[in-house]
């Protein structure tokens, strides 16, 4: 709603009579309107986000990445598709992680290797154990490539 204001004076500024609005109160009054839309384009965003699976600064900073290095590997008995996998991510004590990494991979060259492990992961029981983490890997449906870093890198570290 506008605000008349009266001129006591002569406005040479604006050419304005006591009729009008003043042009400061136009603009205070379309304040809410434009609220409004940034409130709407803000939300329409946010729903763009979800829609496409988009997560936040802050969400991914949720996530604890490691590196960890692979102690020990070993074929599980009963398994088809699984490794056994001791990884040591600086912590003073070894994890074990069960892997679907078995087609891919034999168990003696991973020992050694550092990995991208997912620290802070809830422990998950399985018919053979309980997996203490889980280590990232990428597919191109055809093939199974573990994610690695350099030889400088230490168990514990951060990714960021």
């Not at 009579?17 to 409130?39: F, M």
């Not at 986000?49 to 997560?55: A, C, K, M, P, Q």
């Not at 088809?80 to 891919?104: A, C, M, P, Y």
């Not at 422990?123 to 093939?143: E, N």
Request: proline share 6%; net charge positive.
């Amino acid at each position: 709603m506008p605000i008349f204001v009266k001129h006591h004076t002569p406005c040479t500024d604006c050419d304005l009579d006591d009729r009008q609005p003043h042009p400061s109160a136009l603009t205070r009054a379309s304040a809410p309107k434009a609220r409004a839309a940034k409130t709407l384009a803000a939300t329409q965003s946010l729903t763009s986000r979800e829609d496409l699976g988009l997560i936040t600064v802050a969400d991914f900073g949720r996530v604890d990445l490691r590196i960890a290095r692979v102690v020990n590997a070993e074929y599980l008995g009963g398994a088809d598709k699984h490794l056994n996998r001791s990884l040591d991510l600086g912590e003073g004590r070894i994890r074990t992680v069960f892997s679907g990494i078995r087609h891919t991979y034999p168990p003696e060259p991973l020992v050694d290797r550092l990995v991208v492990c997912v620290a802070k992961l809830t422990p998950r029981k399985m018919r053979f154990g309980v997996s203490g983490g889980m280590t990232l890997a990428a597919s191109d449906g055809t093939g199974l490539f573990l994610a690695n870093m350099d030889a400088e890198a230490q168990p514990g570290m951060k990714i960021r």
